[in-house]
């Protein structure tokens, strides 16, 4: 089956969003692959360090931001 990978690097990002802490940071539990496309991408930096966290630019915690309220909102509020 093919896999849109494209999808998977914009639901990771969106889920990354979830935990952001000290302004930039983000728990990198999430697949390799993934990661390392979203930091070909531009989104985060060098997911491999010792760190327990990726450290999103700014480009990508907008974009974290926008692709969460568009898969996760609701529209009720709720």
């Known amino acids: 089956m093919p896999i849109d990978t494209d999808k998977i690097d914009e639901a990771v990002l969106a889920l990354l969003h979830l935990t952001v802490h000290d302004g ?4 990198e539990g999430h697949d390799w692959e993934a ?3 979203l930091q070909r991408k531009g989104m985060i930096g060098d997911p491999i360090s010792k760190a327990k966290s990726v450290v999103l630019t700014d480009r990508g915690l907008a974009e974290s931001e926008r692709l969460f309220k568009k898969l996760f909102e609701t529209s009720s509020g709720r």
């Open 24 to 27: 930039s940071r983000a728990w």
């Open 35 to 37: 990661l390392n496309r």
